[in-house]
């Protein structure tokens, strides 16, 4: 069984940082691309960032400057640094984690339950 926590979500002003975390736990064999996604009410999920296991980084465009990724692989966690806090960054923010179980072949998707993110202007 695998395993993905997120925390760090809150209530902050506009203008202001949070940090998320996200923790994989259980039977992991190896961890490749780790990520996290957002999401708001009618809306489809999109990608924020991603880390691969060397490290390489992609943002979305409205986030590159403000938000930074990074992930540390001896604690199978992965964090998101969000600066300069937007109202419109307000949404659930998912983990996404690709992830070779100890049982499992090949890598397969996992998701954790999501961390609201509110920013008020």
């Known amino acids: 069984q695998v395993q993905l926590v997120e925390s760090g979500g809150g209530l902050v002003q506009a203008g202001g940082s949070l940090r998320l975390s996200c923790v994989a736990s259980g039977s992991i064999f190896s961890i490749n691309d780790m990520g996290w996604y957002r999401q708001t009410p009618g809306k489809q999920r999109e990608l924020v960032a991603v880390i691969t296991s060397g490290g390489s980084t992609k943002y979305e465009d409205s986030v590159k400057g403000r938000f930074t990724i990074s992930r540390d692989n001896a604690k199978n966690t992965v964090y998101l640094q969000m600066n300069s806090l937007k109202p419109e960054d307000t949404a659930v923010y998912y983990c996404?984690?690709?992830?070779?179980?100890?049982?499992?072949?090949?890598?397969?998707?996992?998701w954790g339950q999501g961390t609201q993110v509110t920013v008020s202007s």
């Open positions: 996404n984690a690709d992830i070779r179980p100890n049982f499992a072949l090949r890598p397969l998707g996992y």
